[in-house]
């Protein structure tokens, strides 16, 4: 399976936290995109990092990348309780991309 | 930005029917759409990449006659789940690439399918 890995599988923080989660990928890559997932709804995409790129930035989010070691990492800053959702990694190969297992955030107000 | 409608939203069938889900760019044109499948609390498994004019290339494990992909245009594929079984209840989720080259890909909101 070409499915990447994250982790944690589940994270509860207060509000004001920050929320770090891994993933992990098997081939090599063009870019790497993140995505939250409410419960039961379709996907939104939350940022992409291309190959050559080694962090990125949005808003309160950070990504990082390190091909080498096939991972990255999504860090969210002072986080809500809006935030709460799961949190997916997909890695692009260029014609299609694979998705992590997922990591479900719970922010606790 | 992209859109990709996907419809229905939610369905419920009986065991043995037919269901057809479509997916639809509204703003511009997808040679290549993506069929995805989501069970509770698992992630994404991609089901099919489907090629406008052409077959639809299925992922291993994923039954080509059960689960019928057709694309016959730029803006539409369609996913036909035949003969429908309880263990085909799933989240059904469609992605487009949304311009060559741009590296990023819009994602339908997903499709509830239940059999009953």
Same mark, same amino acid.
């Given at each position: 399976s070409q499915q990447g890995e994250e982790d944690p599988q589940a994270l509860s923080i207060q509000e004001g936290e920050n929320a770090t989660m891994n993933c992990s990928y098997k081939t090599s890559i063009n870019n790497l995109q993140w995505y939250r997932q409410n419960s039961g709804r379709g996907l939104v995409h939350l940022i992409l990092i291309r190959s050559n790129e080694r962090e990125k930035h949005s808003g309160r989010l950070r990504v990082t990348l390190d091909t080498s070691k096939k991972s990255s990492s999504l860090l969210i800053t002072a986080?809500?309780?809006?935030?709460?959702a799961s949190y997916f990694c997909a890695s692009n190969t260029g014609n299609q991309f694979y998705f992590g297992t997922g990591t479900s955030l719970t922010v606790i107000p | 930005g992209a859109v990709v409608s996907q419809h229905p939203s939610w369905v419920i069938c009986k065991s043995g029917t037919s269901v057809k889900i479509e997916c639809r760019s509204l703003d511009f044109q997808a040679t290549t759409m993506f069929w995805y499948r989501q069970f509770p609390k698992q992630s994404l498994m991609l089901m099919a990449t489907s090629n406008e004019g052409s077959k639809a290339t299925y992922e291993q494990g994923v039954e080509k006659d059960k689960f019928l992909i057709n694309? &016959?245009?730029?803006t539409l594929s369609t996913l036909t789940v035949t003969s *429908?079984?309880?263990? =085909?209840?799933s989240f059904y989720i469609c992605s487009a690439? =949304? &311009?060559?080259? *741009?590296g990023g890909y819009t994602f339908g909101s997903g499709t509830r399918l239940t059999v009953v």
């Open positions: 986080s809500r309780a809006a935030d709460t | 694309h &016959a245009s730029l *429908a079984h309880p263990e =085909d209840s690439r =949304d &311009a060559p080259g *741009a």
